[in-house]
């Protein structure tokens, strides 16, 4: 009964600390994915965002006003991030349970708003109405889906206050998603090759049709061979790749790609046989996902090039300095870009 | 015996990747097509021995633990050797080690453990007791335990965290021919003793006063005892993963067959887990498209046989 007193003490205090920086200037009200109004700072200068695929958004959009960084850029991501950005402090994330930041960190980086940007649901819609008025920041949430993305970067644009620089990136989207429609309209359905996602060191994690982890191969019209039942990720064994039998492995890990050829249960996959497996480019941002966000717009371009050699349009090189330049702000020379793509 | 080869064979025939009965044969007998012979030599063959040496290592572990310990719920874990050698290999997929040295990790870490349990338990007063040497391993097993929520929570979440689940669930999904030479050579040494001394184990559990009457060094030889079991568990956890309940459960439907004398119990052990092992991780990579990892597995199809076994014949086991 002793604590009693003393929570009771510091919710008021709390209360009367985060009544006050609401109201204290003008802003905008704003409806966000889950339906709630949230009353944003008119010009919002110091925003914090919630997890990896907001922190990548909030850096194309308005770079100026992180306050840190979910998880610090490792050292190869520096290049391709602009130098002001690289210094930023490792924050945390803030995701309900999953939390590595606690409120009080949060409060002492000084946000006056709080973004996230992924899967909408009521847990993330309650955890954003709770935070929002434990520590007093208006928090926004915007949906992650790929499908909405050029809607999102609208949205986000327009709470960040940043409206024309969201409707570049948006177009920009727009017409990424339009050319790989009409990229697949010509490649008829049995000619798309089976595709299996290789994560792990021995490659035998996966994910599924339907997780956000390979949404973006079923984008460009690769058909996934992992029937699996769960959304997220999943583990398989080496005899059910075989059976499966990928014409193309995309992997995110550096040790596999590098060794899948000499690792003899893998010896046979189509994949493996035909040097078809590609190792997905990570920095700063992932092709496939890590995060799930607008840096998976360049890797449908790459996985058009690597799916379909002989249909894709247009120099994948050309097009990946010109994402770096709009979406990062940062201009990689051409043997940065080689490297990048792994030569 | 026959179980245990129905059970290999049942394990050589199933997988997700179809092989008739005929290409089995052909392979086996030096032929067959190139895929086939990768999937039966390279995969599925290693994995099924795999599946028969964890199961056989944990079984006669648990058997030996049971023994020396004179206490029916004790389980090779009981001195932390299994949160020991999780700690070590998780915290090898942290620093992002090639595979073999987190294998490796897991194998060290764990044997680490117990020897730190010996030696606090030792240097403490009324060291050498059981009690004490298991309150110590309960203890130590708990730090191994908050270093590997601490492992979790500093690990990458989209790519690191997965690995570290998965790997602490237990699963032979991975497992390679190298990964069953190197874990071979750690648990035939740990079983050999075991075997060779199984008669004057099965005296410590009369008591040590009844075995020092018989002429037996009851702290010594249990510590030997510890060692082996130790050996044959990090070998496995660091080859496996961490698999629960076959190390407490298999001793006891072994039991059931053969009553509480440790000579006549260890080989039946040795034979109902490699059976069982196979047999739960031919389920565990057929019944799915994803891996089931062996530690739910062991427990859904464990329990409730271990259940049905106590209620047929509950004569024999609390001798």
């Not at chain 1, 950005?85 to 960190?105: I, M, Q, V």
């Not at chain 2, 700690?87 to 073999?100: S, Y």
Request: aromatic share 6%; proline share 7%.
């Amino acid at each position: 009964m002793r604590h009693f007193p003393s929570h009771a003490l510091k919710g008021a205090i709390l209360a009367a600390l985060t009544a006050f920086p609401a109201f204290a200037f003008d802003g905008q009200t704003i409806t966000d994915a889950t339906g709630r109004e949230v009353l944003v700072p008119a010009n919002p200068a110091r925003v914090f965002a919630a997890g990896p695929p907001a922190s990548t958004l909030l850096y194309t959009l308005k770079p100026e006003a992180m306050v840190g960084w979910v998880r610090a850029p490792k050292k190869g991501d520096l290049p391709f991030l602009l130098p002001a950005t690289a210094e930023l402090p490792e924050l945390g994330r803030l995701t309900g349970k999953g939390d590595t930041l606690n409120l009080e960190g949060l409060l002492a980086s000084e946000p006056d708003l709080i973004v996230d940007y992924g899967t909408v649901n009521d847990t993330y819609k309650d955890l954003a109405a709770r935070v929002q008025e434990q520590a007093g920041v208006p928090y926004v949430l915007i949906d992650g889906s790929f499908a909405a993305l050029p809607q999102s970067i609208r949205d986000m644009g327009k709470v960040l206050a940043v409206p024309e620089r969201a409707e570049t990136l948006a177009a920009y989207a727009e017409a990424a998603l339009a050319e790989n429609d009409a990229l697949l309209a010509e490649i008829p359905e049995d000619q798309r090759p089976t595709v299996y996602l290789a994560r792990g060191p021995e490659g035998l994690e996966t994910a599924g049709k339907g997780s956000i982890n390979a949404e973006i191969i079923e984008r460009v019209g690769g058909r996934n061979v992992a029937e699996v039942e769960s959304k997220g990720l999943a583990n398989v064994s080496p005899e059910q790749v075989q059976g499966w039998a990928p014409e193309v492995i995309i992997t995110i890990d550096r040790d596999f790609a590098a060794n899948v050829g000499s690792m003899p249960e893998w010896q046979g996959v189509p994949a493996v046989k035909n040097g078809r497996v590609y190792l997905a480019p990570s920095a700063p941002f992932g092709f496939i996902d890590t995060p799930p966000s607008v840096n998976r717009l360049i890797g449908l371009k790459w996985l058009a090039h690597k799916l379909y050699p002989d249909h894709a349009k247009g120099d994948l090189k050309a097009d990946v300095a010109a994402f770096y330049g709009l979406f990062y702000g940062v201009k990689p020379d051409e043997a940065a870009i080689t490297a990048l793509l792994g030569g | 015996m026959l179980g245990l080869i129905a059970a290999l064979l049942v394990g050589a025939a199933v997988g997700p990747y179809p092989l008739s009965l005929r290409q089995i044969a052909e392979v086996l007998s030096g032929g067959g097509e190139a895929q086939a012979q990768t999937v039966l030599w390279n995969i599925r063959l290693p994995r099924v021995f795999a599946a028969a040496l964890v199961g056989a290592a944990l079984s006669a572990a648990g058997a030996a633990y049971q023994t020396v310990f004179r206490n029916p719920l004790v389980s090779p874990d009981i001195l932390g050797v299994s949160a020991g050698a999780g700690f070590g290999a998780v915290l090898g997929i942290l620093l992002g080690l090639p595979v073999m040295a987190i294998q490796m990790a897991g194998f060290g870490a764990g044997i680490g453990t117990v020897a730190l349990v010996m030696l606090l338990s030792l240097s403490l007063r009324g060291g050498g007791q059981v009690l004490v040497l298991v309150l110590c391993g309960i203890a130590v097993g708990a730090l191994a335990g908050a270093g590997i929520s601490l492992v979790k929570l500093l690990a990458d979440p989209e790519q690191q965290l997965p690995a570290i689940t998965f790997w602490l669930m237990g699963s032979l999904a991975g497992i390679k021919r190298p990964d069953v030479a190197a874990a071979l050579p750690a648990i035939l040494l740990g079983l050999a003793p075991l075997i060779a001394l199984r008669w004057r184990i099965g005296i410590l559990s009369l008591g040590d006063d009844e075995a020092r009457s018989m002429g037996i060094e009851a702290g010594r030889l249990r510590l030997l005892v510890i060692a082996c079991a130790t050996l044959m568990t990090s070998a496995s956890v660091a080859m496996a993963g961490v698999i629960g309940w076959i190390g407490l459960m298999v001793p006891h439907m072994a039991r059931l067959i053969t009553g509480p004398r440790f000579d006549r119990l260890l080989p039946v052990a040795m034979l109902t887990g490699a059976g069982f092992m196979v047999l739960v991780d031919t389920a565990a990579r057929t019944i799915a498209v994803m891996e089931v990892p062996l530690g739910i597995l062991t427990a859904v199809l464990g329990a409730p046989v271990f259940v049905w076994l106590l209620t047929r014949g509950a004569k024999s086991w609390a001798e």
